[in-house]
């Protein structure tokens, strides 16, 4: 069996991000993905959403938006190397209510809010306008990492199940995989929702259903949304390929697949009630995804309790958000032994205090 120099165990925009800031840094590494097709970072919106997300001020805030003030550049270094274009675009998010709240410097009054954004509901009192939130269209996204990880020479071995983590004292011997026994001076751990089925660490699953639905081609001249919705019970993101992705359900069903008629009929009267324009559009695609929830709805990184396995697992809602800084943080932890300040409120340990 020979031993790898890295591997990552999950091949997600966590995963694939991780192992090209590694090899940039001149690492040689290999992931390891059970179904490529299955990760999470398929089925999200894309949201760049720190403050529409309305997140208290602390060490997840910080981190947040570090990595929203990273995106322009990371994006356009992902591109050079894949050639895929990856769908950033700093459109804003607006974030119209229903009821007037406590309002902020960010706050819109009823007129201003329509002005903004013209097909609103009429019952919208106001909202909240953040120019420098915005979105990424996360599949393509995904593509472009495959690509740029393919580009630098990455190996990416997908349909291969880790099944046990072997380990002796403080440190990782070996994997044992559906491929047989695998091994590498150091590991990283990015299997989002499924990251309790191979360590105990306070990772479960949190299915969202979504949809999306396509704009009348007599409505393409000039979209209908030129900014995210982030409403008080559903979000609504335009595309410039015509699509707006409507999300997501919350639900603590395990791994239950599918989509349900009573989620998708949420999606659809959250999203109509709120842009009632969408009733008409036809509908173009279903689909679910596990988001990887913590109790504390802070991602687990940094160190583990073994030497030679790093975690960057429990994203939650903002895997896409937060995959530039994860990738940052993690490659410099494993390859300089750098454990950025960002990093010392995000420990697997707080959950055992």
């Known amino acids: ?57 602390g060490s997840m805030l910080d981190l947040c938006l570090a990595s929203r003030e990273l995106y322009p550049s990371w994006v356009q270094k992902i591109e050079s190397i894949s050639g895929i274009n990856a769908g950033y675009w700093q459109c804003g998010i607006l974030a119209p209510r229903y009821t007037q709240t406590e309002q902020n410097s960010a706050w819109l009054a009823a007129p201003t809010v329509h002005a903004q954004q013209a097909g609103l509901s009429e019952s919208i009192v106001g909202g909240y306008w953040y120019p420098a939130d915005g979105q990424v269209d996360n599949r393509a996204l995904i593509r472009s990492l495959f690509s740029a990880s393919q580009s630098l020479g990455i190996e990416f071995v997908d349909g291969v199940a880790v099944e046990t983590i072997h380990h002796c004292q403080n440190r990782i011997t070996q994997l044992e995989t559906s491929q047989g026994s695998m091994s590498a001076q150091h590991y990283i751990l990015a299997t989002g929702a499924w990251s309790q ?45 015509d699509k707006i992705i409507i999300g997501a359900t919350s639900e603590d069903v395990g791994f239950a697949p599918q989509n349900t008629p009573q989620g998708v009929q949420q999606l659809l009267t959250a999203a109509t009630r709120l842009f009632p324009l969408l009733q008409d559009f036809p509908i173009h695609e279903t689909w679910w ?46 390859w300089h032994q750098k454990a950025d ?7 697997w340990e707080r959950f055992n205090l």
């Open 289 to 334: 995804g596990f988001r990887p929830a913590t109790p504390d709805e802070l991602p687990i990184l940094g160190a583990s309790a073994y030497d030679n396995l790093t975690l960057a697992t429990g994203h939650y809602r903002n895997g896409i958000l937060l995959t530039p800084i994860t990738a940052k943080l993690i490659a410099d932890l494993v």
């Open 197 to 241: 089925q191979l360590l105990p660490i306070e990772v479960v699953p949190r299915k969202g259903q979504m949809l999306s639905v396509l704009v009348p081609p007599e409505q393409r001249d000039r979209l209908p949304l030129q900014q995210v919705l982030f409403g008080e019970e559903i979000y609504i993101v335009p595309r410039r390929d």
């Open 1 to 57: 069996m020979q031993a790898r120099e890295i591997i990552v165990i999950g091949g997600g925009a966590i995963g694939l991000a991780t192992a090209i800031e590694l090899r940039l840094l001149g690492a040689k590494v290999t992931i390891l993905s059970k179904d490529f097709k299955a990760a999470a970072g398929h089925a999200a919106a894309g949201m760049l959403a720190p403050q529409a997300e309305q997140i208290p001020t």
């Open 341 to 347: 300040g960002l990093l010392s409120d995000l420990s």
